[in-house]
T-cell receptor
Framework: QQQVKQSPQSLIVQKGGISIINCAYE??????FPWYQQFPGKGPALLIA?????SEKKEGRFTISFNKSAKQFSLHIMDSQPGDSATYFC??????????FGTGTSLTVIP | GAVVSQHPSWVICKSGTSVKIECRSL??????MFWYRQFPKQSLMLMAT?????????EQGVEKDKFLINHASLTLSTLTVTSAHPEDSSFYIC?????????????FGPGTRLTVT
């Protein structure tokens, strides 16, 4: 059972555009929602994260929007660059400190 | 800071043999480490949670006798794939939680590519 659902599966964006990736969850016990960036053959690296008591968090070009009532959260990448081309995973942490990942979004930024 | 290493980075073994993968936290102590499996172009699936000095907790559907996890110290956890078969070929990734850091963050290793022939 997929605890965190992620869309789209793949995304192509022009350089300078906005990339938007969405995630949804069911378990209300999740208390931490990170986004990870993964390049081929490498482990995931934490990009940005949010807790459910905050509706938005911004770090540089990356913004998380969180809707607790809808149990949805999204990643926005502003001014997308070719170097942002990677696979992005959303995740959710439960109180047992276990993380469950979305299915991933392959982002391609075209120069 | 917060660097996690894995060894080996890739391994090829014959069917029926066992393979050990090491996960080390290099600059912090990790009371908890996690092991994930990732198939090509798919998500990370949590296999087990490893706590230092105690038995690992396996996710539903993961064979604990096949995937042996040992967390003998605060900086080292090992995953042994016993009697490996081609279907065990995958990308195995560990992560670690800093015992003195945020309880929310985990730091990932670079992964180990296992190919069973």
């Amino acid at each position: 059972q997929q605890q965190v659902k992620q869309s789209p599966q793949s995304l192509i964006v022009q350089k300078g555009g906005i990339s938007i990736i969405n995630c949804a969850y069911e378990n209300t016990a999740f208390d931490y929602f990170p986004w990870y960036q993964q390049f081929p053959g490498k482990g995931p690296a934490l990009l940005i994260a949010i807790r459910p008591d905050v509706s938005e968090k911004k770090e540089g070009r990356f913004t998380i929007s969180f809707n607790k009532s809808a149990k949805q959260f999204s990643l926005h990448i502003m001014d997308s660059q070719p170097g942002d081309s990677a696979t992005y995973f959303c995740a959710a942490r439960n109180t047992g400190n276990q993380f469950y990942f979305g299915t991933g979004t392959s982002l391609t930024v075209i120069p | 800071g917060a660097v996690v290493s894995q060894h080996p980075s890739w391994v090829i073994c014959k069917s029926g043999t066992s393979v050990k993968i090491e996960c080390r936290s290099l600059d912090f102590q990790a009371t908890t480490m996690f092991w994930y499996r990732q198939f090509p172009k798919q998500s990370l699936m949590l296999m087990a949670t490893s706590n230092e000095g105690s038995k690992a907790t396996y996710e539903q559907g993961v064979e604990k006798d096949k995937f042996l996890i040992n967390h003998a110290s605060l900086t080292l956890s090992t995953l042994t794939v016993t009697s490996a078969h081609p279907e065990d070929s995958s990308f195995y990734i560990c992560s670690a939680r800093d015992a003195s850091g945020s309880p929310y963050e985990q730091y990932f290793g670079p992964g180990t590519r296992l190919t069973v022939t």
